[in-house]
C-alpha cells in the first residue's frame, strides 16, 4: 500500500508550519524535497569515505571512487540502460542537454542540416539548439500542438519527410503542459528518417518507469533534484556508440588519456565527459535517492500521482473563473492554471500566506506562454508526499485570492 | 507579516482602477522596462513643461498588482514635481524598499508599499516602475547612458 503519511514522516522539511500553517508543497516540478535517507546517505558518505575520485591508491580514494561508480551503476538500473558506462553525471538535465548540443551537434551538423525542437520544449532543450544551429547554419524546426496542448505529429512527420533531419529535441513531459508525449512513435519516426533523438526527461523519470532500451532513446537527460535528490546532480545517458564517436565537452583533469606539449587524446567513455573533480556526495545522494523510489515501486508513484491528479483536475476544475491549461489526457501529474485575471505572482503570494507553495512565472518556457497568450501561469506539481489534503488545501486557499482580486474586469 | 498589510486597499484600488494609463505623443522622458523573473512590464511616458516640471505622466504595461499600483502611484505623485524633486522621490522609495527606517510621510499613498520590503521576491516588481522613470530621466539628461544602479 502506498502510505503518503508513512512518506511524508521522512521528509524534514515538510514537518514544519509556514506563515502559522502546515506546508502543502506542491511545487516538486520546479525540485522535489529530500527524504531523511537521502540526506543520511550523504552525511554518512562525508564521515567515512570523502576523498577524490580516481585520482588516489589510498583506503579513503577507493572507497569515494566505489561510492560514486556504485551511484552510476544504481543509476544506469534505474533507467536500464545497458552498461553504466551509458551514463554521464552532468549538473542537471540543462548540462546534460548542452553536453549533447555541443559534443554532438556542434561537431555532426553541417549547414542546411535540420534540428527538430518542440513548443514543449523547456528553455534548457531549445536555446542549446538555437545556439548550435546558429554557428553550423543549420536549420531549426518549431513542432507546435494542437489545441488541446498535444504535439502535432502531422507537422513533425512532414518535418522528417525534408530528409535533412539529423537532430530531434524533444520533452518527454511537458513541465507546464503536463503533456506527455508519444515519445516511442518520435523515436522511432526519428529513426527512420537517421535522426538521433534527444529526451529531456526531468519531468517523466522522476514519476514513471523509464526503459531506454525499450523507448530506444539515443539520448535523454535527467534531473537529481526532482527525484528526492540534492541540487547540483543529474545525468545523461547516451547510446555507447553515440558518446564514444564523441568529442569531449569540457577539457581538463580525468577526461584525458595521454597529454603532450600541444595536444591531447581522450579517456574513455564516461570518464571523457566528466572533466574536473565531479559532484561525488552529489551522485551518492541521487543514488540514495533513487533507492527510495525503487523502494516505493515506480509504477506504484506513478499509479498514486494518477489518482491525485485526477482529483486535483475534478477539484481546481470546479473553481470559478479558473483556466487549466493543457490535455486531461495524457498527462504527468501537474496542473499549470490562472485565476479570473489575477497576476500568478499575487496569486502564488496569497497562497504562501496559507502555506501553499505553488510555482508562479513562464517557467523556462516563453514561446509556449506565447501561444497561449498569457505571459504567466501558476503551477501545481505533485508528488509522493502529497495528499489530497493539500489540493484541498490549495483550492480553498484560492477562494481567498478570489476574495482579495476577485472582481477586477481587465 | 500579514497578507494585508501587503495589500492594503490603497494598493488594490490602484490596481484595480489605475490612475493615467496610457502613452504620451512626443513624451520628453519614456522608458520601458521589463521584469524577466516574472514578465512584469512598465512603461513611464512624461512631458515636461517650459519650467521643467512634470507636465503630464502616464504609464504603460502589464503585470501583478504590484508593479501596477506602484507605476499607477507614481504617475500622481510626479505629476507637478521639478526633475530634481522627482530623483528625490526615486531615492526615498529605493530606501524605503531597503526596508530602512525612516520618515516616508513625502511618499504619500506610495507608503503603503512599505510592506513590500518584507516580500524579497516582490521587490523588483515595486521598483520597476522607479527604475523606467529613473532610467528615462537618465537617459534624457545624457546620465550613465541610461543604466540604472
Ligand atoms: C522539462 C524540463 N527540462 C529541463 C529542466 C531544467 O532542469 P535543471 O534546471 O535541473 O537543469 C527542467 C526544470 O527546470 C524541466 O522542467
Ligand atoms: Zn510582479
Not at chain 1, 549547414?111 to 531549445?126: E, K, P, Y
Request: proline share 3%; glycine share 8%.
Amino acid at each position: 500500500m502506498f502510505d503518503v503519511a508513512k512518506i511524508k514522516r521522512d521528509f524534514p522539511v515538510l514537518q514544519q508550519e509556514i506563515n502559522g500553517k502546515p506546508v502543502a508543497y506542491l511545487d516538486s516540478a520546479a525540485s522535489s524535497q529530500l527524504p531523511r535517507q537521502v540526506m543520511e546517505a550523504m552525511s554518512r558518505y562525508y564521515e567515512t569515505s570523502h576523498a577524490n575520485v580516481h585520482r588516489g591508491v589510498h583506503t579513503l580514494a577507493e572507497r569515494a571512487t566505489s561510492a560514486y561508480e556504485e551511484a552510476r551503476e544504481k543509476t544506469a538500473r534505474f533507467i536500464n540502460a545497458p552498461l553504466p558506462q551509458n551514463i554521464i553525471f552532468t549538473r542537471g538535465t540543462t548540462e546534460a542537454l548542452n553536453l549533447v548540443a555541443y559534443a554532438y551537434g556542434l561537431h555532426k551538423l553541417q549547414a542546411g542540416d535540420g534540428v527538430i525542437v518542440t513548443l514543449l520544449d523547456h528553455h534548457s532543450n531549445l536555446v542549446p539548439w538555437q545556439q548550435i544551429a546558429k554557428l553550423r547554419n543549420a536549420n531549426l524546426y518549431m513542432v507546435e500542438l494542437t489545441d488541446e496542448g498535444l504535439l502535432n505529429m502531422d507537422q513533425f512527420r512532414s518535418y522528417l519527410k525534408q530528409g535533412n533531419i539529423k537532430v530531434v529535441a524533444v520533452t518527454h513531459a511537458s513541465n507546464v503542459m503536463g503533456t506527455i508525449t508519444p515519445i516511442k512513435d518520435i523515436i522511432r519516426d526519428a529513426h527512420q528518417a537517421g535522426a538521433v533523438v534527444v529526451v529531456d526527461a526531468a519531468q517523466s523519470a522522476p514519476h514513471m518507469k523509464i526503459d531506454v532500451q525499450e523507448l530506444d532513446a539515443d539520448f535523454l537527460a535527467v534531473s537529481g533534484h526532482k527525484m528526492l535528490g540534492p541540487t547540483g546532480i543529474g545525468f545523461l545517458y547516451g547510446k555507447g556508440k553515440l558518446l564514444d564517436s564523441m568529442e569531449p565537452f569540457q577539457m581538463g583533469g580525468s577526461m584525458i588519456g595521454l597529454v603532450n606539449y600541444f595536444e591531447s587524446n581522450w579517456a574513455e567513455v564516461p570518464a571523457r565527459f566528466e572533466a574536473g573533480t565531479p559532484n561525488i556526495v552529489g551522485a551518492v545522494g541521487l543514488a540514495a535517492g533513487i533507492d527510495y523510489l525503487t523502494a516505493l515501486g515506480m509504477e506504484q508513484v506513478e499509479q498514486h500521482e494518477r489518482q491525485l491528479l485526477a482529483y486535483a483536475w475534478d477539484r481546481l476544475s470546479q473553481v470559478e473563473g479558473i483556466a487549466l491549461y493543457g490535455p486531461r489526457e495524457p498527462r504527468t501529474g501537474l496542473i499549470a492554471f490562472n485565476v479570473d485575471d489575477t497576476h500568478p505572482h499575487d496569486v502564488s503570494t496569497v497562497l504562501d500566506a496559507e502555506g501553499v507553495a505553488v510555482r508562479a512565472g513562464h517557467h523556462c518556457a516563453q514561446p509556449l506562454h506565447k501561444w497561449l497568450h498569457t505571459a504567466a501561469t501558476n503551477r501545481a506539481s505533485f508528488y509522493i508526499y502529497n495528499d489530497q489534503q493539500d489540493i484541498d488545501r490549495l483550492v480553498s486557499a484560492l477562494q481567498r485570492v478570489k476574495e482579495m482580486f476577485g472582481y477586477v474586469a481587465r | 507579516m500579514s497578507l494585508d498589510s501587503l495589500y492594503q486597499d490603497v494598493i488594490l484600488d490602484h490596481y484595480k482602477k489605475p490612475r493615467n494609463v496610457g502613452k504620451i505623443d512626443n513624451y520628453d522622458v519614456g522608458m520601458e522596462l521589463a521584469n524577466p523573473t516574472c514578465g512584469d512590464v512598465i512603461g513611464i511616458h512624461l512631458k515636461l513643461d517650459d519650467e521643467g516640471k512634470v507636465a503630464d505622466a502616464k504609464f504603460h504595461g502589464h503585470g501583478c498588482s504590484i508593479s501596477q499600483s506602484s507605476a499607477s502611484m507614481l504617475t500622481v505623485k510626479v505629476k507637478g514635481k521639478k526633475v530634481e524633486e522627482a530623483r528625490q522621490l526615486i531615492a526615498d522609495f529605493y530606501e524605503m524598499m531597503k526596508g530602512s527606517e525612516g520618515d516616508y510621510s513625502k511618499l504619500g499613498e506610495l507608503q503603503a508599499l512599505q510592506g513590500v520590503a518584507k516580500y524579497p521576491v516582490r521587490i523588483k516588481c515595486a521598483t520597476l516602475a522607479w527604475k523606467a522613470l529613473e532610467q528615462g530621466l537618465d537617459k534624457k539628461e545624457g546620465v550613465n547612458d541610461g543604466e540604472s544602479q
